[in-house]
C-alpha cells in the first residue's frame, strides 16, 4: 500500500508511548465490561467454541502494550476461571513499532506490571501486520480488540491547505479525507471478517465525533487542534517555516462519526455484510484528559504544562517532523520541533484554562454471523 | 528460570547478526531437503493435517531472522504448490533479542531479500519465548525449526577455572555441564512435544561434537576456543583482568555428541518418549568456514583478519563483557573488550594459517507421534 502509516508514523518508543499515555489507559479500562460481554457471547456461541485447541485474542495497535496490561490480564483471568484451554494473545502494529519495548514489557524486563507469569497456559506473540492487512490466518481468531489506533489512515489523501486535521477541513478536502476513511474502515473490517471465526467478536475504542460535535481535544474548553494549527500558521508568519511546510503538516487521521461507523452494516449488500459481520452495538463516551483533572486539584500551571506536551508529542511529533522539508538538516528540523512543543508548552503555562485533551471515543462491539 | 541466557547473552542486533554470520545461513541451507521431507511427512500425516485450517510453523532461536530467509521462502513456496490454506510462520527468541531488526528484515523495511510478499496469504509472527518455555498453544505446531541455537544452556552451572568453554573442562566442572545440558535437551524436547501436533515434526541443526571429536571451530587447524582461553589467560598474567574475572568468562554453552542428542529418545519410559516424541534420524556434517575458505583465494591475512574477528563478536562479545568486574567503569570495560578482539585480530594477521570457524552440527529429524 501506498502508506504514509507505515512510512512516516511511530508512536514514541522505549515504554515512553504508556507513561505520557496514562489517558489511553483509561479509555481500555473502559473498555473491559464490553470485552467480558463479548468473550462470553464467544463461548456460548457452539461455532467459536468449536475445533480450535486454545483461544486466540488479538490487540491492533497496540504500540508498546502498556496500557492494555490491566485488559489482558483480566481478560486471562476472566477465561481461565471458566477454561483450561490454552489462550493465545497476539499483540499487532505496523513494522515501525518498537517491538523491543512491547517484547520487553510484556515479558516482565521493565517497570510495567506484566500479567504473562500470573496465567497458566498463556502465550503471547507479536506482529508486525498493519490492521490494514491480514494479521492471523482465516478463521482463528475468537476476539479481536484495538483501541485509539483506528483513526489513523492506511494514507494521506491529500494535504490540507488550511488547517492540519480533518476536523478543521471543508470542501473537496474534507471530501478527499471522508472518501478515504470510508475505504479504510471497510478494508480494516473486511481483513478482521476473514480472521475471525464464526461466532468471534471484536471490540474496538476508536476516536469519533459523538453526537454533540466533541471529539479529541475538543469538548467544553479550547480546540486543541486549532492551537496545533494557529501555532505552525503563526511559525509561517514569522518565517519559520514555509507555506509548503505548513502544507506538509496534514494529520493522516479521520474521526468517524457514528453514523460513519455504522455505515457499512446497514447495507446487507456491503461486502462488510456479506463477509457476515454485524454491528453488535456502539455508544460514544468521553474519557477525561487526566492532566487536565489533575489540574483542577493542583492548580500549579507549571506542572501541567510540563505534564499535558507530551502526552501530545508521543503521536503527532513525527509527522509535525515529517512535514518539515528534506532540505533542512537534521539540527534545524529538530530545533523547528522543540521550538514548537516549547511555544505550545509556554501557552500553556501563561493561559491554562480550557486547555485539555479529553478523549472522545466510539466503543462498538462486532459479531461475525 | 535461574536464567543466564535470558539475562547476559544477546546476539548483535540491528541486522548485524545475519550479516556477519553467513556461515549460519550455509548451516540453514544445507537443511532444505530434510525440511522438505519432514514437510511432506507431516503433509501425509492424517492427524497433523486434521482440524487445524492453517499450517503453522515456528523458528526458535532466529535471532535478527535473516539467516533463514531463504530456507522459509523455499517452504512457503513448496507448501504454497500444494495446498491452499493460510500459512503462519512464528519466529522465536528470548525477549531480549533485538524484535525491531527481526520485524524490519522480515517486513521488507531493510536491505534483506524478504519472502513475505512472494506468498499469498502468509502470516509472520514473533515471540519473545525462549525454547525453554513453550512458545505456542498445545497440539498447534506442524513443524517446529531451530538452527545453531540450542547450544546455550538455560544457566551457567558452574564456572570453569581453567577455560572459557566446556570443550576445555574436565572432571566435576565437565560433570556439571553435562548434567545441565542432558537436563535442558530435555526440557527444550518437552515444551516441544506439548505444542507439536500429532504427526508434527522437528527438524533442528545444533552445534555438537561429532564422531571425530570435532567441534566448531576445531576441525583440522587450531583450537578456536584454545585460542579464546589464551588470550585470556594472557591476560591474567599481564594484569589486564582479574583471575575472578577469568573465571567469569565461562560460556554457558553444552555441545552434544550423537549419543547425548539421542540419549532421551533410546529409553522408552523416559518423559520425551512418553511424550510422544521419536528420533527419525541424525547425521553430523561440517559447513567450512566462510572466511578461512575465501582466504583460500584471496590470501590477503588483514582482510581475513578484519573478516573472521566480527563473526566471532556476535555471539561470545556479551558473555565475556558481563565476566568483567562490574567495579569497573563502562569505558573501562569497553576498553579491556576492545583490547581482547584487536590482539585476536592482530594473531589472525600476523599468523593466519589453522584459524577458522568451521560450522560442526548434528542435523536431526523428531517426530511426534
Not at 506484566?114 to 482463528?140: C, H, K, M, W
Not at 452494516?265 to 455484510?273: G, K, M
Request: net charge negative; hydrophobic share 40%; with cysteine.
Amino acid at each position: 500500500m501506498s502508506d504514509v502509516q507505515a512510512d512516516n508514523i511511530t508512536m514514541s518508543g522505549g515504554g515512553l508511548y504508556s507513561l505520557a499515555t496514562i489517558g489511553a489507559k483509561h479509555v481500555i479500562d473502559y473498555t473491559l465490561p464490553r470485552v467480558i460481554d463479548a468473550l462470553d457471547a464467544v463461548r456460548s456461541s457452539s461455532a467459536a467454541a468449536g475445533p480450535s485447541a486454545y483461544w486466540n485474542f488479538s490487540d491492533m495497535g497496540c504500540a508498546d502494550g502498556g496500557t492494555s496490561l490491566d485488559l489482558w490480564r483480566k481478560v486471562a483471568a476472566h477465561i481461565r476461571a471458566q477454561s483450561t484451554a490454552d489462550i493465545q494473545i497476539v499483540y499487532a502494529d505496523q513494522a515501525r513499532n518498537d517491538f523491543n519495548a512491547l517484547v520487553q514489557i510484556l515479558h516482565g524486563l521493565t517497570d510495567f506490571d506484566t500479567y504473562l507469569n500470573e496465567i497458566d497456559d498463556l502465550r503471547i506473540l507479536q506482529s508486525g501486520a498493519s490492521f490494514y492487512t491480514s494479521v492471523l490466518p482465516a478463521d482463528s481468531l475468537h476476539l479481536g480488540f484495538s483501541a485509539t489506533a483506528m483513526h489513523w489512515l492506511s494514507a494521506k489523501p491529500c494535504n490540507i491547505s488550511d488547517h492540519v486535521h480533518m476536523v478543521g477541513a471543508s470542501g473537496a478536502e474534507l471530501e478527499e479525507f471522508s472518501k478515504q476513511a470510508q475505504q479504510d474502515w471497510a478494508t480494516i473490517l473486511l481483513h478482521r471478517a476473514r480472521e475471525l471465526k464464526t461466532g468471534g467478536k471484536l471490540v474496538f475504542a476508536n476516536f469519533c465525533r459523538d453526537e454533540q460535535g466533541h471529539y479529541l481535544g475538543a469538548t467544553d474548553g479550547m480546540n486543541m487542534f486549532d492551537t496545533f494549527n494557529s501555532i505552525w500558521q503563526r511559525f509561517v508568519d514569522d518565517g519559520v517555516i514555509t507555506s509548503e511546510e505548513y502544507s506538509s503538516m496534514t494529520l493522516p487521521q479521520y474521526y468517524n462519526t457514528v453514523e460513519e461507523f455504522a455505515s457499512p452494516f446497514e447495507n446487507q449488500n456491503s461486502e462488510v455484510a456479506k463477509a457476515g459481520l454485524r454491528l453488535d452495538s456502539i455508544e460514544t463516551h468521553s474519557v477525561r484528559c487526566p492532566f487536565a483533572e489533575d489540574f483542577e486539584k493542583h492548580g500549579d500551571a507549571k506542572k501541567f504544562a510540563r505534564d499535558y506536551i507530551p502526552t501530545i508529542r508521543t503521536w503527532n511529533e513525527s509527522i509535525f517532523h515529517a512535514g518539515l522539508s528534506a532540505k533542512r538538516d537534521a539540527q534545524e528540523r529538530r530545533e523547528i520541533i522543540e521550538n514548537y512543543y516549547a511555544t505550545y508548552q509556554n501557552m500553556v503555562e501563561e493561559n491554562p484554562t480550557g486547555h485539555a485533551m479529553d478523549y472522545v471515543h466510539a466503543y462498538m462491539t462486532i459479531g461475525k454471523a
